[in-house]
């Protein structure tokens, strides 16, 4: 490989799987992106790209090698981030992962009282779901992540912040909001609206059903819980949250919380990170995240 530049050019083609989009997101032409992929693939001794039509593909050595490229631009990256901080100790880095629940309820607090302590911080926040949070830690793309965890990885450390308990969230003209229980005979018949199957809670959900023998056969999903609480709101369906989630909605009465019928559903949100020594302004974060989570689990 000639250079980084050449290694960006081809990480934008797999991004985007188009030469026409990654000319226009790095100001090249299409014919500098082609000739810039050309080389790369000459120099390496294989295809990255199958091309079919306009269609275009990465080849298992493409694959491969935009994986060490992410690697590539954080040791990069990091290499900047260490240099800033020896000049000016008191700046830095910190990018965090976070889903879009945790960045209404959980961030927002936390970082307020972060930039008390460190002002000259620069920050990045990126919101997705644990499975996507843990494979950017582990490509070194993110220094921290807030997720729920289900696996038992070895490859990061986890901070435990708090635990939660899940619950149905059903309208109070539902049959179940006036008799203050769930039915568990009429939880074939439920319009379930659930969040995002790729998340670790929907996973959660998946289980309670299956220890149920109830089968989980059609439901609603979303990718965000105002979404989800205006639907259940409206008495389109039920859902599974956290009682902090609807915490407002619960008080104001617009929404009923039930606990789970036969079986507790039990999350544990940590703070993971790579395996290395945290810096000050990390394990700062952490502990912000920590009391945050205290009021909410």
Known sequence: MEDVHQLRVFAAVAEHLSFTRAAEVMFL????????????????????????????????A?????????RVFA?????????????????????????????QFIIPEALREFRESFPSYSLMIWSG????ITEKLLDGTL??????????????????????????????LHPWAKSGKVDRRQ???QQMIL???????FRLVERYFVRLHVPLRDWIELGSMDAIKELVKLGLGVSIVARWIADAEIRERSLVW????????????????PKRQLSLAEQTFIGLCRSVGANLG
Not at 195 to 201: L, V
């Open 195 to 201: 969040y995002s199957r790729n998340s670790a809670s």
């Open 62 to 70: 493409g694959r491969t090698l935009l994986h060490q490229a992410r």
């Open 187 to 189: 939880l074939p018949e």
């Open 143 to 172: 220094d921290l992540g807030i997720v729920v965890r289900t696996d038992r990885t070895s490859k990061l450390n986890f901070q435990e912040l708090f635990t939660d308990d899940l619950g149905f969230l059903v309208s109070p």
């Open 75 to 103: 040791a990069l990256e990091d290499a900047r981030a260490a240099v800033q901080a020896s000049a000016r100790p008191d700046s830095g880095r910190l990018r965090i992962g976070a889903s879009s629940t945790s960045c």
């Open 258 to 273: 039930l606990p789970l019928h036969g079986a507790n559903m039990r999350r544990t949100w940590y703070m993971a990170s």
């Open 129 to 132: 779901d644990s499975p996507q």
């Open 29 to 60: 032409t299409q014919s500098a992106v082609s000739h810039q992929i050309a080389r790369l693939e000459q120099s390496l001794g294989a295809p990255l790209f199958d091309r079919d039509g306009r269609k275009v593909k990465l080849t298992p």
